[in-house]
């Protein structure tokens, strides 16, 4: 009976190829986008699954509130939290911590004579590796990083430096440290929320050592604090006492900054694709994200799965003389319905064959334009084939359902009769239903996609109070090239075309790692504002063109006591733009009144992401030796010729230390890449699902226009003019795009208004858009349909009324 059904299919696809192949063609393409978003879905869902024991795996995470500022909730402690969980609780059998502040987590690693910049350096305690399962290719996980100034590679970065000679034992140079190599991991082996290069003890001095001696509680929440539980210890009871355990180390400490904090347990296994919490060590994938791309999967191919329920429905009369013959000949219902599905599923699986391929050439350009790095692996997820079957199965059963139940329930007389394909609910009324929501689902698209590049464009040209073209930055990540940077900047700055040069600790649009809490003359900590700082030097303002509204700017021999604030900030204290210069603000330390001496004011910038708020500022003097990047203000068109004389004269100054440089303007939109990926997709998905709406379209209007050969022939005779013709022709589908903007409108309004809310600067949706987005629907549909309908307006009359 199977190949039965297999010949009759087979004969029905030769016999309408032209309807096969539409169907074929929108089912591959819609299967492509399925695959793809399962392959990506499925990378992202084995984030952090391989870990030993990860139901028992936490990250202490904490949320901040200073006076009536905006709740903070963060990924990050301070530095004591962790180790004091580990002492002070039963049930915590492990413990580590993981600091990847920006200037520690790039570095210039050194071998002999090889030598690079390398990024996703971490230091962290030594039961890093007990706490978290890696692959190791060399060493003990157990104990290799006990020692101070001991690090751990991954396979890449070892290679980098030593071929294929191993790595152990060897003596590698960091920061102008030395490092023994007492580790190499396999990082790619299995996919990570902490995706580091490489990893140092902690006890190696710097910045490591400061976070061990620290006994901050309040403030320093830049530490990444991870626990591993011991068996059957509950994680609810840990949560339900760590409100006590704060108050009794911090208590004091928090009152006095007037900070409200508290913490809590974030599963390990939930972070890459549920944390949204800032500060995160790497850049997680939004859940929301993942599930819109899985929705608009879902969505193109639903709609490859109705183009295949409306050419069915719409050839049903065209069947009926078949189904009546199998009726009489004895064929019952359920072997038609078997048939009707058997053929839906078997073409479901071919597109899935041709889809297959398709996916594997278009794997590269899909990757580029999502930001993603699917590798596509058939032998990596077997688990894959399950889902290609269930969903082979699934659209079939879809795409196969109505029409199978359809046909098969004509009666045999019937179906020898004029008009045996129409039933009392009338079966056009349901293909226009359908085309109506393959549309609705089209111009959804369309008009997400017009709003989410509306909102880019909006950031990227949003003036953000400072210039952000013409500069350049280079980084200086050695002590030795620090000491030499303020020789550097002077020869530097006398180039023609470089305007002036700017030493600074974080650039804008870097997360600033340091802030504290200031408060005026009378008042107290409990009533201070917390102030991000930027550490910087006297030609800051300058360098990004930042007007100076009151005072004067930092000098040379200024000392990080005296800072400018800008306007948030001196509104925030209770002060006036003009009064603020030579007045002084304090803050307390360790019971130590610190006083700031105010010198003057600067206009408000968005030094942080455009998803933010603005937020007080302070800039405070640092010397050239302490600076980790250099900023360049040029006035050229040549930057070829700027970069190699600028990069001749580091090297000139710094011969071991490799030259680096980004554009601040680029380095910003990098900031926005999550959304730029999205918009890539949403346009490409848009592009796919008008494609097949118009396929299905195409293929209705040329049954609709077979079918009505000889009213257009009486009509032509008549007098009718081939415009009139096409007029009349095109009428009801564009009636039907028409009712399909109504209809996808309010929901795409409502949907892309929330997803602006993300931002605390974003555009107002205009109506404009939704009059271009139906424009172009209709423009869309009348060429696919008008096609079809002049053909039909043009042909021969007597052709179509010769057998009459």
Known sequence: ML????KLILRQFWQNKTFSLINILGLTLGTACCLYILFFAMEQYQYDKHHADLDALYRVVTDTKLQENPRREMSTLSPPIAPALGEEFAEVENWTRVIGTPDVSQQILKWKNTSFYETKGYYVDPAFFQVFTYKWVEGDPAHALDEPYTVV???????????????????????????RVTGVVDAQANP??????????????????????????????????????KPQASAEVVAARLPAFLEQHGGDQLRNMGMEKSLHLEAVRDIHLFSERSNQVETTVSSSLLYILLTIAGFIQFLACINFMNLTTARSTLRAKEVGIRKTVGAGRGSLISQFLTEAVLL???AFLLAIPLIKLALPWLNLMTGSDVTGSFSQYPQIWLLIGALVLLTGLLAGSYPAFYLSGFKAVNAFKAGSGRSRFSVANLRKGLVVLQFAVSVGLVIGAILIHQQLQFIQNRDLGFQKEQQIIVPVRTDAARSRLATFKQEVKQLPAVRTVSGMLATPGQFVTRDFSVYT?????????????????????????????????????????????NEYAVAALGLSVSDAPGTEVYSDFDDEQITYHIVGVMQDFNFQSLRSDMYPLMLSYWPP??????L???QTEDYAGLLATIETTWNQLNPDTPFEYSFLDEDLQKQYQAETNLSYIISLFTFLAILISCMGLFGLATFSMERRVKEIGIRKVLGATTGSLVGRLSKEFLALVLLALVLASPVAWYFMRQWLTEFAYHIQIQWWVFVLVGGFAVAIAFLTVSFQAVRAALANPVEALKSE
């Open 3 to 6: 190949r039965n059904n297999l």
């Open 153 to 179: 590679l991954t396979r890449k970065v070892a290679e980098k430096l030593f071929g294929r000679q191993s790595a152990l034992g060897e003596s590698i140079e960091i920061a102008d440290n030395e490092f």
């Open 192 to 229: 990570s929320h902490i995706r580091g290069h490489y990893y140092m003890a902690i006890n190696s001095g710097g910045i490591g050592e400061y976070v061990i001696n620290n006994n901050n509680w309040s403030g320093n929440n830049f530490i990444h604090g991870y626990i591993k539980l």
């Open 348 to 350: 479901s699986a071919i």
């Open 521 to 565: 003359e009378g008042q107290t900590m409990e009533s201070a504002q917390n102030t991000k700082v930027i550490y910087t030097d006297e030609d800051y303002l300058d360098a990004l063109n930042i007007p100076l509204l009151a005072g004067r700017a930092l000098l040379p021999g200024d000392t990080t006591n005296q800072i400018v604030l």
């Open 625 to 630: 030796n302490q600076h980790f990047n250099t």
């Open 632 to 634: 360049i203000s040029t």
